[in-house]
Nanobody
Framework: VQLQASGGGLVQAGESLRLSCIVS????????LGWFRQSPGKEREFVAS????????LYGDSVDGRFTISRDNAEEITYLQMDSLKPEDTAVYYC?????????????????WGRGTQVTVSS
């Protein structure tokens, strides 16, 4: 199973970015997808998760209302739309899969991870 995240970059506070994650080697519509982030000196933080069908989502408190997770099972891709970005959103963002159907926030329960994409938000 391979995950490839992309879409990161450098933006100013208040702007938007959309991250993408392509998953290969696994039946796409049969597992939970999650986004996590980590900045230097901090623990990995839960950002968002989406159920296998795409009907249920879960967000971390710090991004709820600003970020939107979605998935296109036909195209085998998941997105993280990030709006109203803040400097504290600066981190490496990772996508991951979990062998269940419901969204979930605990990183240790995810089994496959991508390499991550850097998001930098300047003030």
């Amino acid at each position: 199973v391979q995950l490839q995240a992309s879409g990161g970059g450098l933006v100013q506070a208040g702007e938007s970015l959309r991250l993408s994650c392509i998953v290969s080697g696994r039946a796409f519509g049969h597992f939970t997808l999650g986004w996590f982030r980590q900045s230097p000196g901090k623990e990995r933080e839960f950002v968002a998760s989406i159920s296998a069908s795409g009907s249920k989502v879960l967000y971390g408190d710090s991004v709820d209302g600003r970020f939107t997770i979605s998935r296109d099972n036909a195209e085998e891709i998941t997105y993280l739309q990030m709006d109203s970005l803040k400097p504290e959103d600066t981190a490496v963002y990772y996508c991951a899969t979990r062998d269940t159907v419901l969204p979930y926030a605990r990183a240790e329960s995810y089994d496959y991870w991508g390499r991550g994409t850097q998001v930098t938000v300047s003030s």
